[in-house]
Nanobody, 122 residues
Framework: QVQPVESGGGLVQAGDSLRLTCAVS????????MGWFRQAPGTEREFVAY????????YYADSVKGRFTISRDNAKNTVYLQMNSLKPEDTAVYYC???????????????WGQGTQVTVSS
């Protein structure tokens, strides 16, 4: 069992930065990769970024590439999403999730956190 718990959301202005945290409990985390997703009202959940506990490449959605950075701290079992130059269109509930194989499809992620709200005002 893997349990992600997100935190760090809030209300910010356009151009500001925010860092989301995903604390993950569970055994055999090395068997998983972690993804960040987001979902705005009335839209489908969309892929944001991905990282694996054992290293390797990171992946980003085109809409956040160059502005967002995903990272991990293995000693703390924590994954971060540093979000810079935030835009109003980044407003959404952000979710952290675990998968055994890299994918951009939410259906491929087995374990999900409860989400954290990010609101960017113009």
């Amino acid at each position: 069992q893997v349990q992600p718990v997100e935190s760090g959301g809030g209300l910010v202005q356009a151009g500001d930065s925010l860092r989301l945290t995903c604390a993950v409990s569970g055994r055999t985390l090395n068997n998983y990769g972690m993804g960040w997703f987001r979902q705005a009202p009335g839209t489908e959940r969309e892929f944001v970024a991905y990282i694996r506990w054992t290293g390797g490449p990171t992946y980003y959605a085109d809409s956040v590439k160059g502005r967002f950075t995903i990272s991990r701290d293995n000693a703390k079992n924590t994954v971060y999403l540093q979000m810079n130059s935030l835009k109003p269109e980044d407003t959404a509930v952000y979710y952290c999730a675990a998968t055994s194989t890299y994918s951009r499809a939410p259906s491929q992620y087995r374990y999900w956190g409860q989400g954290t709200q990010v609101t960017v005002s113009s």
